[in-house]
């Protein structure tokens, strides 16, 4: 049975960082292209960042682009998403994903298995 398994969101201010962190288990993890989604209150569920299996590649959205970071940790089979200079429009529920193959589409229908989410509020 795939499990994954978000944590690290938290309350932060207007301007500061957080790391949030995805273990998955049940999966041979680097066969995996492993994705960040979020979903604010009130709207659809969208795409942040991806990492190919390899850790070789990596997309972002636009709006997270030099200020978001993927990486992934095969040993720990765990994908982290380094946030800084967060803004209060970051502010929803992250989920991460994962899939085989590669590819920079964004649409959630593209990935298999998801996380319960953990949340991130950002405050003024």
């Known amino acids: 049975q795939v499990q994954l398994t978000e944590s690290g969101g938290g309350l932060v201010q207007d301007g500061g960082s957080l790391r949030l962190s995805c273990k998955a288990s049940?999966?041979?993890?680097?066969?995996?292209?492993m994705g960040w989604f979020r979903q604010a209150p009130g709207k659809e569920r969208e795409f942040v960042a991806t990492i190919s299996a390899t850790g070789s590649n990596n997309y972002y959205h636009d709006a997270v682009y030099g200020r978001f970071t993927i990486s992934r940790d095969d040993a720990k089979n765990t994908v982290y998403l380094d946030m800084n200079n967060l803004m209060i429009a970051d502010t929803a529920v992250y989920y991460c994903?994962?899939?085989?193959?590669?590819?920079?589409?964004?649409?959630?229908?593209?990935?298999?298995?998801w996380g319960r989410g953990t949340q991130v509020t950002v405050s003024s």
């Open positions: 049940g999966l041979s993890f680097n066969d995996y292209r």
């Open positions: 994903a994962a899939t085989k193959g590669w590819s920079t589409r964004t649409g959630p229908s593209d990935y298999d298995y």
